[in-house]
Structure formats: structure tokens, C-alpha cells
């Protein structure tokens, strides 16, 4: 298997997924939407809130703010040896205190949250919880713990992970007609000095539509993909790093088949 790094950022990437399967270009996409454990509040303690909003509705968007995590330092709830309970090694608490004065409105944003562990915050400050009123205030403390994403979306630290096979498109026979470079959406397609023709780059940016090939009468053009070859683009919601999360879900997905190899040598 080769990997070819086209794009990487703290929060997305993009690269080519070579001389594999689709089975394993999905297995990586479904382990980093539900298989990557990460930290999200489920619980929430309101000691006082005077907000328009019911306590349910804050509860749900505090459960919503992605929360820094660290396969290092916490544990999935249902592997750590409290068996649920919460500790330290599974569980992290976070509070909340706000109040609009005589000044007016106060928005709060996620960066008004105080965590106890330096290393969990949340991972966009500028997130918007509640709109405060003259007199309005909140007073809360949540309880963030680590689950998968395939329990709840508030554990789902990818957000748009996906894939596509490369395409392989080929002109053979073409009299430069021009036809199909019109008909491209992606406007991809350029006249060369002897036929039409994609660049390597642009390639990539072809969502294999086939109106180019359909548009072309003299059938000149052949749109295929290779099977053993995959575009891949995902972005993380700010959990991990995205290169934390490729490495995660690959990792997951190590740990499960030696987990199955272990059964297999048991029967």
C-alpha cells in the first residue's frame, strides 16, 4: 500500500490511497467517524439557569462542543477499571459560570468554559452556547467523558470523511473537436496539439460525471477509474489533529484484527 500526501492541515487532509481495497478505504473512513474514542460531556449538573433556554437544550449544546482528547492520558468509560463509575482515568469535569449585568446581553462562547484538566479544552473557543439577558445567569458543571462516535455524533471527532476511486479517463481516436472541454463541469479538459487531454493535477479534480464522455459522438473518450486507488479528503472536528486521526483509526483498526486473529487461534 502507498500513500501519497496531497494536502495536510491541523484540521483536514487529502491524499492518495494506492494498491489497496475498497474494503480497507472504508474500514479507515468508518473507523475515524465511529471508531476513534473521544471526549464529550453527556453529563450536566445545572445548579442555576435563568436563560430562555431549558436546561435539555443547554445540556444537548454543551454536549455538542468538540473537546480536545488524548488516547494517552484517557480511556473508553467501558474499558477503564471504575466499570462506569467515572475517575480520572475515563471522566473530566468542566464548569460554567456566566451572567449578564446591567451592562445588557452577554453571549456566552465555548472559551468561557473552565476545564479542570489543562489538557481537555474545547477545541473552537468561539462557539456560541447561550444568549444572557439583563439579569439572566447560568451556573452549571459538566462531566465529559470518552466515547465512540457510533453511540452518539457528539463523539464523532471526523466530520467529512469520504473517498472516491481515481479516475482514468483516455483519449483515443480524438480529432480535437473541442466538444467535451465545453461539456466538462470541472473545466478540466484541454486541447493539446494532437488530441485532448487531462493534466496529472486536474485529474483529481474530476468527479467522474462522464458528461465528456457522453457529449463526445466520434467516442473518443473513455471514463473509467482504478479500482485499487482511492482520493481521500477528511476533516476532523478539532478532537485530534487530522493527523492524529488517521493514525487513530488505522491503529483501531489494527487493534481489532489482531483482536480477531487472537479468537481464531483460540477455536
Given at each position: 500500500?502507498?500513500?501519497?500526501?496531497l494536502e495536510?492541515?491541523?484540521?483536514?487532509?487529502k491524499?492518495i490511497?494506492s494498491?489497496?481495497t475498497?474494503?480497507?478505504?472504508?474500514g479507515?473512513?468508518?473507523?475515524?467517524l465511529?471508531?476513534?474514542?473521544t471526549?464529550?460531556?453527556?453529563?450536566?449538573n445545572?445548579?442555576?439557569?435563568?436563560?430562555?433556554l431549558?436546561d435539555?437544550?443547554?445540556a444537548?449544546?454543551?454536549?455538542?462542543?468538540?473537546?480536545?482528547s488524548?488516547?494517552?492520558?484517557?480511556?473508553?468509560q467501558?474499558?477503564?477499571?471504575?466499570?462506569g463509575?467515572?475517575?480520572?482515568a475515563?471522566t473530566?469535569?468542566?464548569?460554567?459560570?456566566?451572567e449578564?449585568?446591567?451592562?445588557?446581553?452577554?453571549?456566552v462562547?465555548s472559551?468561557?468554559i473552565?476545564?479542570s484538566d489543562p489538557?481537555?479544552?474545547p477545541?473552537?473557543?468561539?462557539?456560541?452556547?447561550?444568549?444572557?439577558?439583563?439579569?439572566?445567569?447560568?451556573?452549571?458543571?459538566?462531566?465529559a467523558?470518552?466515547?465512540?462516535?457510533n453511540?452518539?455524533?457528539?463523539?464523532?471527532a471526523?466530520?467529512a470523511?469520504?473517498?472516491?476511486n481515481?479516475p482514468?479517463?483516455t483519449?483515443e481516436g480524438?480529432d480535437?473537436?473541442?466538444?467535451?472541454?465545453?461539456?466538462?463541469?470541472?473545466n478540466?479538459?484541454?486541447?493539446?496539439e494532437?488530441?485532448?487531454e487531462?493534466?496529472?493535477?486536474?485529474?483529481?479534480k474530476?468527479?467522474?460525471?462522464?458528461l465528456?464522455?457522453?457529449?463526445c459522438?466520434?467516442?473518443?473518450i473513455t471514463?473509467?477509474?482504478?479500482?485499487?486507488?482511492?482520493?481521500?479528503t477528511?476533516?476532523?472536528?478539532g478532537?485530534y489533529t487530522?493527523?492524529q486521526?488517521i493514525?487513530?483509526?488505522?491503529?483501531?483498526?489494527?487493534?481489532k484484527?489482531?483482536?480477531?486473529?487472537?479468537?481464531?487461534?483460540?477455536?
Amino acid at each position: 500500500m502507498e500513500i501519497d500526501i496531497l494536502e495536510l492541515s491541523d484540521r483536514s487532509a487529502k491524499f492518495i490511497l494506492s494498491d489497496t481495497t475498497a474494503a480497507f478505504a472504508n474500514g479507515v473512513r468508518r473507523a475515524m467517524l465511529a471508531d476513534v474514542p473521544t471526549l464529550a460531556i453527556d453529563d450536566v449538573n445545572i445548579y442555576n439557569n435563568t436563560s430562555v433556554l431549558y436546561d435539555e437544550q443547554l445540556a444537548l449544546r454543551l454536549g455538542l462542543i468538540p473537546l480536545t482528547s488524548s488516547l494517552e492520558d484517557f480511556v473508553p468509560q467501558d474499558k477503564c477499571t471504575c466499570e462506569g463509575n467515572g475517575c480520572p482515568a475515563c471522566t473530566v469535569s468542566l464548569t460554567l459560570s456566566a451572567e449578564a449585568g446591567e451592562e445588557g446581553q452577554v453571549i456566552v462562547h465555548s472559551g468561557d468554559i473552565v476545564s479542570s484538566d489543562p489538557n481537555v479544552q474545547p477545541a473552537d473557543k468561539n462557539i456560541p452556547i447561550i444568549d444572557l439577558r439583563t439579569g439572566q445567569k447560568v451556573v452549571l458543571e459538566a462531566i465529559a467523558h470518552m466515547g465512540y462516535g457510533n453511540e452518539h455524533a457528539k463523539w464523532q471527532a471526523g466530520v467529512a470523511c469520504g473517498y472516491k476511486n481515481m479516475p482514468v479517463i483516455t483519449f483515443e481516436g480524438c480529432d480535437r473537436c473541442g466538444i467535451c472541454v465545453n461539456a466538462c463541469p470541472r473545466n478540466i479538459i484541454q486541447l493539446g496539439e494532437e488530441t485532448a487531454e487531462i493534466s496529472k493535477d486536474d485529474l483529481l479534480k474530476c468527479s467522474l460525471c462522464r458528461l465528456c464522455q457522453d457529449s463526445c459522438d466520434i467516442d473518443a473518450i473513455t471514463v473509467g477509474v482504478d479500482e485499487r486507488s482511492f482520493i481521500f479528503t477528511m476533516e476532523s472536528d478539532g478532537s485530534y489533529t487530522a493527523q492524529q486521526l488517521i493514525l487513530n483509526a488505522v491503529n483501531t483498526i489494527k487493534g481489532k484484527a489482531s483482536e480477531m486473529q487472537g479468537i481464531l487461534d483460540t477455536l
